[in-house]
């Protein structure tokens, strides 16, 4: 359902009451008994996922899967899928800049990219009374899995020309990915950045706010919005970068303090984190119930700012902890 998503953060950030909006989508394999595995090889699966969460919880978007292998498979890397954990990349597909002189840029739709591309169009379908969002990486956490994490960090100070090669060819499929979302009627998308985080302020605007910022200038519009996300721990030290990028929404993650980083995001911008993902699968309610209202008391006299995850959520996390997070933030509204 196509909607005019300038007006939707605008009405997000005047309302007194805001809905919560984690990254939320692995933990349904509990609720469909089904394994990781099957979630990510079927559009028709996903789609259904999608929909039970939608019904399940009064979230403020649906969000699809954050599966950040999706496109560095895509690329021809290996990835590692167990039943219950997110899929991994493993191996080092770029290793020098010869391979990176050979890396071909793939067609929108190879590997897996389709089925994800057919599920949010199935979703769309599916969910029509809020804005459905698509999870993808971003393009300097995209070189690092197709690099190797450790070796694309050190490759920025010892051979930055390959890490710039890699990234042009990351951001030119990026592009073309998130335009197909769009084209598939998704109403924006959350580019996970995290790997951004563990930079130096002077790498992040050298290495990822570039690239960031060509590709949100490039699908973004009205009815297109994109939401930032970077859980890494120097995300404050580059607040200026990455507002640079232009997105229309920002995501952090809990390494950070979150009152913090609403007070440097401007009000015009949705400003979104940041309850520590670990606590959902570790935790109790009670954890859960107060890491929310810690945040929400922080947080919530900005009227930009809105509660989630500071990531998202892993496959097996709890239930039980899922719904207390809903309960705390209805509480925290209701005056409880």
């Given at each position: 359902?196509?909607?005019?998503?300038?007006?939707?953060?605008?009405?997000?950030?005047?309302?007194?009451?805001?809905?919560?909006?984690?990254?939320?989508?692995?933990?349904?394999?509990?609720?469909?008994?089904?394994?990781?595995?099957?979630?990510?090889?079927?559009?028709?699966?996903?789609?259904?996922?999608m929909k039970l969460l939608a019904d399940r919880d009064d979230s403020l978007a649906s969000v699809s899967m954050m599966d950040?292998?999706?496109?560095?498979?895509?690329?021809?890397?290996?990835?590692?899928?167990?039943?219950?954990?997110?899929?991994?990349?493993?191996?080092?597909?770029?290793?020098?800049?010869?391979?990176?002189?050979?890396?071909?840029?793939?067609?929108?739709?190879?590997?897996?990219?389709?089925?994800?591309?057919?599920?949010?169009?199935?979703?769309?379908?599916?969910?029509?009374?809020?804005?459905?969002?698509?999870?993808?990486?971003?393009?300097?956490?995209?070189?690092?899995?197709?690099?190797?994490?450790?070796?694309?960090?050190?490759?920025?100070?010892?051979?930055?020309?390959?890490?710039?090669?890699?990234?042009?060819?990351?951001?030119?499929?990026?592009?073309?990915?998130?335009?197909?979302?769009?084209?598939?009627?998704?109403?924006?998308?959350?580019?996970?950045?995290?790997?951004?985080?563990?930079?130096?302020?002077?790498?992040?605007?050298?290495?990822?706010?570039?690239?960031?910022?060509?590709?949100?200038?490039?699908?973004?519009?009205?009815?297109?919005?994109?939401?930032?996300?970077?859980?890494?721990?120097?995300?404050?030290?580059?607040?200026?970068?990455?507002?640079?990028?232009?997105?229309?929404?920002?995501?952090?993650?809990?390494?950070?303090?979150?009152?913090?980083?609403?007070?440097?995001?401007?009000?015009?911008?949705?400003?979104?984190?940041?309850?520590?993902?670990?606590?959902?699968?570790?935790?109790?309610?009670?954890?859960?119930?107060?890491?929310?209202?810690?945040?929400?008391?922080?947080?919530?006299?900005?009227?930009?700012?809105?509660?989630?995850?500071?990531?998202?959520?892993?496959?097996?996390?709890?239930?039980?902890?899922?719904?207390?997070?809903?309960?705390?933030?209805?509480?925290?509204?209701?005056?409880?």
């Amino acid at each position: 359902m196509k909607r005019d998503m300038s007006a939707w953060k605008d009405q997000v950030i005047a309302a007194p009451v805001k809905k919560p909006m984690p990254i939320l989508t692995f933990p349904v394999i509990q609720l469909m008994g089904i394994t990781v595995k099957e979630l990510i090889s079927d559009s028709e699966t996903q789609a259904k996922a999608m929909k039970l969460l939608a019904d399940r919880d009064d979230s403020l978007a649906s969000v699809s899967m954050m599966d950040l292998s999706l496109e560095a498979e895509s690329f021809g890397a290996e990835i590692l899928v167990n039943d219950d954990e997110v899929p991994a990349v493993i191996g080092c597909l770029v290793p020098d800049q010869a391979a990176a002189d050979a890396l071909v840029v793939p067609e929108v739709g190879v590997g897996r990219t389709q089925i994800y591309l057919d599920a949010m169009a199935r979703s769309v379908e599916l969910i029509t009374d809020r804005p459905v969002l698509a999870g993808i990486i971003g393009p300097y956490s995209l070189a690092g899995r197709l690099m190797d994490t450790a070796k694309v960090m050190k490759a920025c100070k010892k051979n930055p020309q390959l890490v710039h090669t890699v990234m042009k060819k990351c951001t030119q499929f990026l592009i073309a990915y998130a335009k197909a979302y769009r084209d598939a009627g998704a109403n924006g998308i959350v580019m996970a950045e995290p790997l951004t985080g563990l930079l130096s302020p002077k790498m992040a605007v050298d290495f990822s706010e570039p690239y960031v910022k060509e590709i949100v200038d490039a699908v973004q519009t009205d009815d297109f919005i994109v939401i930032y996300h970077n859980c890494g721990n120097n995300t404050m030290l580059m607040m200026d970068s990455i507002l640079r990028v232009g997105a229309k929404g920002y995501h952090f993650g809990n390494a950070i303090s979150m009152a913090e980083a609403v007070s440097k995001c401007p009000g015009g911008l949705l400003c979104m984190g940041n309850v520590n993902p670990a606590t959902f699968t570790f935790g109790t309610p009670e954890d859960i119930a107060r890491e929310t209202r810690s945040v929400m008391d922080a947080c919530c006299h900005a009227p930009h700012f809105v509660i989630s995850s500071g990531c998202d959520i892993p496959p097996i996390a709890k239930w039980e902890n899922i719904d207390a997070f809903y309960r705390a933030a209805a509480d925290f509204y209701a005056g409880k």
